[in-house]
């Protein structure tokens, strides 16, 4: 299964090693593959350096110095995520072609439309017994990184390895009167997903995440679940459909 951790659940040191434990009883059932963004961590280390930037359409616009800073901080960010989680080793989508990206739109810099997964290495990884960790960071046709929103990259690997994905946030749903967590759908259709993009009710990060579930189960993932990284055996409810809200096609 994979796992999209997201920057919203790993704001505090406790809620990332709550995380750590949930996928850790997941992988006691079956190989997990994590794939990991950060944007507070990116935010507060842009902040520190006097740079700004902005977002289009969801999308950090990404000059090339900001792509330096966004890889060096989800750099860091990876060794600290593949040691709560153990037994895994921390990659960044830029090595052996884990993530190959093009440059999605010009007016966005440095940003990636992913083009490629090296799932034969996932493979060989979860066959030797160990946790891959995946920083959102892609390799681009002029070999230099690319920025790629992790729910983006999460839903490729899923839709690459065709298993099932669990997007890890800060709220446990989608919520059809969002904040109302009363209002949490059990599952949406492509067609209600599409209806709450148009409508305004499916907002701001919660739009990357369920177009990411879309995009994976179209190229052939069985699964895809929105849940909150808080809540005490999620991985393994939302693997059995039992947690947050499950898109279908
Ligand atoms: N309909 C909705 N239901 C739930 N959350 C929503 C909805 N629409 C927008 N959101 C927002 O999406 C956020 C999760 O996306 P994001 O902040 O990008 O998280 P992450 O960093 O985990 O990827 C929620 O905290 C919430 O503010
Ligand atoms: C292109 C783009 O927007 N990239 C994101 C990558 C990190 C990310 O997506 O992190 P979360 O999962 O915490 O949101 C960014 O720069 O913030």
């Not at 359409?57 to 989680?85: F, H, Y």
């Not at 440095?110 to 160990?130: F, I, K, P, Y």
Request: with cysteine; proline share 4%.
């Amino acid at each position: 299964m994979i796992v999209k951790y997201g920057g919203n659940a790993m704001k505090s040191v406790e809620l990332r090693r709550a995380v750590a434990a949930e996928i850790a009883a997941l992988r006691a059932e079956l190989p997990v593959v994590v794939v990991h963004g950060g944007g507070p961590v990116i935010e507060r280390e842009l902040a520190a350096r006097g740079v700004t930037s902005e977002f289009l359409g969801g999308l950090r616009v990404t000059t090339p110095q900001a792509m330096d800073i966004v890889e060096m901080a989800l750099c860091q960010l990876n060794k600290q995520l593949s040691q709560d989680v153990g037994h895994a080793v921390g990659l960044m989508g830029r090595d052996s072609g884990l993530l190959q990206a093009e440059i999605l739109d010009p007016a966005l810099g440095r940003v990636g439309r992913v083009t490629g997964v090296n799932a034969e290495l996932l493979r060989t990884l979860l066959g030797a017994g160990v946790t891959p960790v995946l920083g959102c960071i892609a390799v681009g046709p002029d070999k230099d990184a690319l920025n790629v929103n992790a729910d983006t990259a999460a839903g490729a690997v899923a839709g690459a390895l065709r298993e099932g994905i669990v997007f890890l946030t800060d709220v446990d749903g989608v919520y059809r009167a969002y904040p109302d967590p009363q209002s949490r759908a059990a599952t949406l259709t492509r067609a209600e997903v599409q209806q709450g993009i148009d409508d305004g009710w499916i907002a701001g990060g919660m739009i990357p995440k369920v177009r990411a579930a879309l995009d994976a189960l179209e190229r052939g993932a069985p699964f895809a679940t929105v849940a909150s990284g808080m809540t005490a055996g999620v991985l393994t409810a939302a693997a059995r459909g039992e947690a947050g809200t499950r898109i279908t096609p």
